[in-house]
């Protein structure tokens, strides 16, 4: 879903989202904050959230879990991968974002000791210094994950001593470039949630270089940096010699993921049901890339397109082929609220996960495909680039 999109949803959004939460209002209310005077105590997760508006100058902060048994999830968003989508929602409503304004190259305390928190691998109780008393202001965002409750914060202060992974230790004082910073982590072992993390937060590139990222610019670009790295070594292996089709569906998101035999090549399509909140105009988007890959942002998709494609190279990867690769995702008018690209990147690793249907001719794989799908097949292909290329032999009428 591209930005633009969702901006022109807004007020559609602000309509379910005053519904989905009054169904919550029972058990917000009887929310004890844990606030002292001004000063707020809680275990606060691996993680700060990074605004764009008003770029250079943002609006930044970390979070509080006011839930012990969600903490970890709200850092490493795999974990929440099962979960009801009214579930996921909750925990995150039980969260306090504390923010402050600050220029991305700020060097101040409260950021280096934000910095602290963003470096340990496990949830830090701290104590915040609040201008005002956290109010409950979800926000929703098609990028990042919700939470609940917003304050103003003067300064933090932490009660432990973070808990860093060894490698991360050399890496952050390295005065080097933010995508090495990012690929070395990576071949670390380190995920992309920890990785966005560091990287939102200022603590990778040059010395001179470092800043805030905003959250969402900072998603894409792991994403990215990732999948292109990944891409150098799949480019060069052999290709798959039949046809695979994947499938998974999670939180009413639906995916079906067609690989073929030849050189990388990826498309991704979209589509949404009338019914949606987003409109009646959306219908299929659809985007490309060639095997020298694609200079271009994805507008249409945003991050949704980077993080389903990441999660097909750590596939091929895996196996050792390169492919064509097709990506279907439908999204059903339950997905009213965005809960962040994560779910995108989670659903795909596990479509990979489950038994693939496998052939050796395209004809059987799109019947495979054809009647899982809640939009006809003959329009995807339509506008698709790789299943109407000639080489394929194939007519989208032949059945």
């Given at each position: 879903?591209?930005?633009?999109?969702?901006?022109?949803?807004?007020?559609?959004?602000?309509?379910?989202?005053?519904?989905?939460?009054?169904?919550?209002?029972?058990k917000?209310?009887?929310?004890?904050?844990?606030?002292?005077?001004?000063?707020?105590?809680?275990?606060?997760?691996?993680?700060?959230?990074?605004?764009?508006?008003?770029?250079?100058?943002?609006?930044?902060?970390?979070?509080?879990?006011?839930?012990?048994?969600?903490?970890?999830?709200?850092?490493?968003?795999?974990?929440?991968?099962?979960?009801?989508?009214?579930?996921?929602?909750?925990?995150?409503?039980?969260?306090?974002?504390?923010?402050?304004?600050?220029?991305?190259f700020?060097?101040?305390?409260?950021?280096?000791?934000?910095?602290?928190?963003?470096?340990?691998?496990?949830?830090?109780?701290?104590?915040?210094?609040?201008?005002?008393?956290?109010?409950?202001?979800?926000?929703?965002?098609?990028?990042?994950?919700?939470?609940?409750?917003?304050?103003?914060?003067?300064?933090?202060?932490?009660?432990?001593?973070p808990?860093?992974?060894?490698?991360?230790?050399?890496?952050?004082?390295?005065?080097?470039?933010?995508?090495?910073?990012?690929?070395?982590?990576?071949?670390?072992?380190?995920?992309?949630?920890?990785?966005?993390?560091?990287?939102?937060?200022?603590?990778?590139?040059?010395?001179?270089?470092?800043?805030?990222?905003?959250?969402?610019?900072?998603?894409?670009?792991?994403?990215?940096m990732?999948?292109?790295y990944?891409?150098?070594?799949?480019?060069?292996?052999?290709?798959?010699?039949?046809?695979?089709?994947?499938?998974?569906?999670?939180?009413?998101?639906?995916?079906?993921?067609?690989?073929?035999?030849?050189n990388?090549?990826?498309?991704?399509?979209?589509?949404?049901?009338?019914?949606?909140?987003?409109?009646?105009?959306?219908?299929?988007n659809?985007?490309?890339?060639?095997?020298?890959g694609?200079?271009?942002?994805?507008?249409?998709?945003?991050?949704?397109?980077?993080?389903?494609?990441?999660?097909?190279?750590?596939?091929?990867?895996?196996?050792?082929?390169?492919?064509?690769?097709?990506?279907?995702?439908?999204?059903?008018?339950?997905?009213?609220?965005?809960?962040?690209?994560?779910?995108?990147?989670?659903?795909?690793?596990?479509?990979?996960?489950?038994?693939?249907?496998?052939?050796?001719?395209?004809?059987?794989?799109?019947?495979?495909?054809?009647?899982?799908?809640?939009?006809?097949?003959?329009?995807?292909?339509k506008?698709?680039?790789?299943?109407?290329?000639?080489?394929?032999?194939?007519?989208?009428?032949?059945?």
């Open positions: 879903m591209s930005v633009q999109t969702f901006i022109s949803s807004k007020k559609r959004i602000k309509e379910l989202k005053k519904k989905f939460y009054s169904k919550l209002e029972n917000l209310s009887h929310i004890k904050l844990p606030i002292q005077g001004d000063s707020l105590f809680g275990p606060s997760p691996p993680n700060i959230l990074v605004g764009s508006y008003g770029y250079p100058k943002v609006r930044w902060g970390p979070l509080i879990s006011m839930d012990p048994e969600t903490e970890d999830m709200i850092s490493d968003y795999s974990k929440l991968y099962g979960k009801s989508y009214e579930d996921i929602i909750q925990n995150f409503s039980f969260t306090i974002k504390g923010e402050r304004i600050s220029n991305i700020s060097r101040e305390r409260i950021l280096r000791n934000a910095q602290d928190i963003v470096l340990s691998h496990k949830p830090i109780d701290i104590e915040m210094k609040v201008k005002n008393r956290p109010y409950f202001n979800p926000e929703f965002d098609p990028y990042v994950t919700p939470h609940g409750y917003k304050t103003n914060i003067k300064s933090i202060i932490l009660a432990d001593n808990k860093i992974p060894k490698p991360v230790y050399r890496i952050i004082n390295d005065d080097v470039k933010a995508i090495d910073s990012v690929i070395e982590l990576y071949n670390s072992g380190m995920d992309v949630y920890y990785t966005t993390r560091l990287l939102t937060s200022g603590l990778l590139g040059q010395a001179k270089e470092k800043k805030l990222v905003p959250t969402r610019w900072s998603i894409t670009a792991v994403d990215d990732i999948t292109q990944n891409l150098n070594k799949i480019r060069t292996y052999l290709e798959l010699d039949r046809y695979f089709v994947y499938e998974n569906e999670f939180l009413f998101n639906r995916f079906y993921i067609l690989l073929l035999p030849g990388w090549e990826y498309e991704q399509f979209e589509a949404w049901p009338k019914q949606s909140p987003w409109g009646t105009s959306w219908g299929f659809e985007e490309y890339e060639p095997f020298t694609r200079k271009k942002y994805a507008e249409t998709q945003a991050g949704g397109y980077y993080a389903a494609r990441i999660a097909v190279t750590e596939h091929l990867i895996r196996i050792r082929k390169q492919a064509r690769v097709v990506v279907f995702r439908e999204i059903d008018e339950e997905y009213c609220i965005p809960i962040g690209v994560w779910q995108v990147r989670e659903n795909v690793r596990k479509a990979f996960h489950n038994k693939p249907f496998v052939t050796d001719n395209l004809r059987d794989a799109l019947n495979h495909i054809r009647p899982k799908l809640k939009n006809d097949l003959s329009e995807y292909l506008k698709s680039i790789v299943l109407t290329q000639t080489r394929l032999i194939f007519s989208p009428n032949v059945k």
